[in-house]
């Protein structure tokens, strides 16, 4: 029972474009989401969260949204750079401190 | 400041052998969680120390097992190795293990069982 799940298995986009990455859950426990990069051979490293009492997180570059009634939150990263080249990850926890639990990645290839 | 470091990076057993990980968490951080990853079943969780104590677990087999120390240092061991078990291992920390505090992740120990 995949609980977080990322249908999009891959994502290419042009260089300065935005790119947008969903994220589906189904478990209405979870109120804190999470969107990691991971590069080859190195751990998930933390983009950004968000809390379920917002609805939208912004740092630089990068925005989260969450629509907590359809359960789906989004990534967009606008202008999109080779350099954010990578897997993106999702991740939600619920009332279990410390648990994370992970969609299947989506890895994005932005191109030059 | 210094990350999350796993030691070693790189390991390889034999089926039946036993192994133990280690992971040294951000300065501060008494909280540490575990995760294997594999290409089929993606990053899953194994279980989570906080002040030396298993407070959460994930479904793993009892072959999987960890601890904590009193400076936050946490190993993970795992007994009679089966093939199946060839992953990533990726320790995270964070501050308590709140669950709004995100977690910051090693760049993980690679097993592989022959």
């Known amino acids: 029972d995949q609980q977080v799940k990322q249908n999009s298995p891959s994502l290419s986009v042009q260089e300065g474009r935005i790119s947008i990455l969903n994220c589906d859950y189904t478990?209405?426990?979870?109120?804190?989401f999470l969107w990691y990069k991971k590069y080859p051979a190195e751990g998930p490293t933390f983009l950004i969260s968000i809390s379920s009492i917002k609805d939208k997180n912004e740092d630089g570059r990068f925005t989260v949204f969450l629509n907590k009634s359809a359960k789906h939150l989004s990534l967009h990263i606008v202008p999109s750079q080779p350099g954010d080249s990578a897997v993106y990850f999702c991740a939600a926890s619920g009332n279990q401190g410390g648990k994370l639990i992970f969609g299947q990645g989506t890895e994005l290839s932005v191109k030059p | 400041k210094a990350g999350v470091t796993q030691t070693p990076r790189y390991l390889i057993k034999t089926r039946g052998q036993q192994v133990t990980l280690s992971c040294s968490p951000i300065?501060?951080?008494?909280?540490v969680s575990w995760y294997q990853q594999t290409p089929g079943q993606g990053l899953q969780f194994l279980f989570e120390?906080?002040?030396?104590?298993?407070?959460n677990k994930g479904n793993f087999p009892g072959r999987f097992s960890g601890r904590q120390f009193s400076n936050s240092r946490s190993e993970m061991n795992v007994s009679t190795l089966e093939l199946g078990d060839s992953a990533l291992y990726l320790c995270?920390?964070?501050?308590?293990?709140?669950?709004?505090?995100?977690?910051?992740f090693g760049d993980g120990t690679r097993l592989s069982i022959l």
């Open positions: 478990n209405s426990m979870f109120d804190y």
């Open positions: 995270a920390s964070s501050t308590d293990g709140d669950i709004n505090q995100p977690q910051h």
């Open positions: 120390y906080f002040s030396e104590t298993q407070r």
């Open positions: 300065s501060g951080h008494r909280s």
